[in-house]
């Protein structure tokens, strides 16, 4: 996939755990760790606009467009 979801590196930034930032989002830590981990198809915009408001960034600082030769790294 093309898309490369960099959410583990803006938590780290943030310093905030999985289940914290689950809670504040309204979402499973199950959900939440798929998107984290690279392995989820789709995310809804207004996931997006929770994760983002929480982490007081832009969607731009969580998904990176990425060559497919890259994305195979």
Known sequence: MSIKINLDVEMARQKKGLTELANE?????????????NKAKAVRFSTLDAICRALHC???DILE?????????
């Open 58 to 60: 832009q969607p731009g």
């Open 25 to 37: 989002v309204d979402i499973t830590l199950a959900n939440l760790s798929i998107l984290k981990n």
């Open 65 to 73: 467009y990425v060559e497919d030769s890259e994305a195979e790294l």
